[in-house]
């Protein structure tokens, strides 16, 4: 049996395929979010890469800030639970997971069966999201990818503040304006990032076991910086991008299972 | 784990089978309200054109005093709530922010009051969508028990106006329990605010009509009280956040007996849904939350709507039952002013209340309002947040909004983290029923 999910973000749209609720056989990652061709990309490469047609599919889960507008979707989960879910998938003994997206960050604590207990989010400003960091590449004229390698070589990083982005960006200029090196200015947006994420993770309590999900999770420069600031260790699985999707998927199928269940009572 | 069926599939084909749903028609209760409100501001109209001198006072003030005194007293936050819920706040705002030279960071109650003030002086062109109902104060009347920028934005007020504060400071309580020094220095700035006013208004005190306010000021916390523990019948007898629709009887109105008859209506028509079994909740009641702090005036229907789509009753909120203060003379007076609201209590007194009031109504879950426009609110809900939900074991969420400036909201937001809320409490509530 064939499980779709689909996390359609603000700024990236992904999609997954499970075979059986636990088989991979296909994870797209479009760079384009809700209310663009992103989803559809994304539907479209995964199905290429799974070989199989659309009629196959026996259940779809939508997750993300564009769930409540997918056509193809049987029922929709919130992104907390979703990337409870996936990340309990890929990294099964992780309990307090951080997702930092295009426009929100959020903490969530886990029951040791990958069940969400609890969870924190950021408010309405978009400081410590992935919209900052891309603001941020921006001004420094360096690629969004290249950011954390960039910060490797970071030797006095820059204070920014992490209230405002629009604020920070100025900051920024400053800082660049004066001379201050674009690997300590990196490194200085990654300390703000985790600074402000890090202050909410807390909330929940120290985490013994932590991981990193979303797109930010492949910045090596948030993660590192992450660590220091919560002062725990961050796993961060090579499909953290995907765990929303892997999550959704994993419902569909726990949805089909039950309703097979139910009709066959 | 909770879902929602796909809404984009289902909407067209259910809007072209079914037929538009007849409207409910509005409760007794609710309809006397609407008269008391008009009266309320129509009265203070007649009064200033006889000449006579009209007030506006804080919320949380012992109405008593000037219901007594005969006096025509007006309310800006419930003004400025009925203005932010109506959407009619943004030129206020500007207003305010712009040419007044007001701090964005102020209460949105006070921005919204205080341009308003500026067109009834003069000051300002801005339009009044009521037409000026909201008449020009002569004197104004506050406590500093709910809030203390209450007492900055009256004295420009006072300012701006050139007319006098009448002024009680309730105290800040550190302790469980209020002090008789406390009750005996509240008591005093009582007496004698009830000398300066009547010095001021020419009114005369009179000790049995006083009693007999006072009869029926407590008749009604008893009914308004009596009508938010209803609510802990399952599935509650109306959509809890109803219940905020009648907070103007006991804010405005708590001393006149108009408010006794909409309250014993109120607490009549939530017997009937009981013992009927039936509620005026427009969904099925999966899940009882209770809802902490002020309501999020500019975005109630989509809060509203949002919590119906998944079964959510608000029935239990910290908001609405301050209202139910109880006392019967002026010492008792005095002491309940020392208590009479969250943000002059201590962290244990504001835990205990509140999980007195979770555990009462079957709560689920909490939501948490955190309000842009109260500071002092925001900076105990944290904590409040941590240590209640470890006592009562349930989970809660909060959002960004505020209770008048429609800015500080995203409805995105809001809809995922009730999502997730709904998700941890479907999972408990499985847990359970598993054993």
Known sequence: ?265 | MSDTLNPTAAAPAQAAAAPAKPKRPKAKSLLMIGEQTNALFENARLAKERGEKVGWSASIFPQEIAETLGLNVLYPENHTAGIAARHQADPFLQECEGPMGYSNDLCAYAKLNLAYTAVLNGESSVELPDGGKMVKPDFLLLTNNICNQLTKWYENLARQLDIPVFFIDTCYNPMDYVTETRVRYVRAQIDQLIRDLCAFTGKTWDDERFKKVMEISQRNSYLWERANNLMDHKPAPIGGFELFNYMSAMVCNRGKESTTAIMEQLNAEMEQHIKEGTSTFPAKEEYRVSWDGIACWPYLSHNLRTLKQYGINMVASSYGKAWAIQYDDLDGMARAYCFASTNGDNASTMLSRRYEALTRMGCEGTIYHVNRSCKVMDCQMMEVQRQLSKMAGVPFTSFDGDQADYRNYSEAQFETRIQGLVEVMKQNKEAKSNG
């Open chain 1, 1 to 265: 049996m064939y499980t779709l999910g689909i996390d359609i973000g603000s700024t990236s749209s992904k999609a997954v395929i499970l075979r059986d609720g636990r088989e991979l056989l296909a994870h797209q990652v479009v760079p384009l979010g809700t209310g663009t061709i992103g989803p559809e990309q994304a539907l479209d490469a995964a199905f290429r890469e799974a070989g199989i047609a659309r009629e196959e599919i026996a259940f779809t889960v939508a997750t993300g800030y564009g769930r409540m507008n997918c056509a193809p979707a049987d029922a929709q989960f919130s992104e907390l639970s979703c990337h409870a879910k996936g990340i309990h998938y890929l990294l099964p003994g992780v309990r307090t997971i951080i997702d930092i997206g295009g426009q929100d960050a959020k903490a969530l604590q886990l029951s040791d069966t990958g069940q969400l207990l609890a969870f924190q989010m950021n408010d309405k400003c978009a400081a410590g999201t992935g919209r900052f960091l891309e603001v941020m590449a921006k001004v420094l004229n360096v690629p969004i990818g290249e950011l954390g390698p960039l910060s490797a070589q970071a030797d006095r990083p820059a204070a920014i503040s992490n209230t405002c982005t629009v604020f920070a960006e100025s900051e920024v200029i400053s800082q660049l304006s004066a001379g201050v090196s674009a690997a300590n200015i990196a490194a200085g947006i990654h300390n703000s990032v985790a600074k402000r994420v890090a202050g909410m993770a807390l909330r929940l309590g120290h985490p013994t076991s932590l991981a990193m999900s979303g797109g930010v999770a492949l910045n090596t420069g948030v993660v590192s910086a992450m660590a220091r600031e919560i002062g725990c260790p961050v796993q961060v699985h090579p499909l953290c991008q995907s765990a929303g999707a892997i999550g959704a998927a994993l419902f569909a199928w726990e949805k089909q299972m039950k309703k097979e269940g139910s009709s066959n009572e």
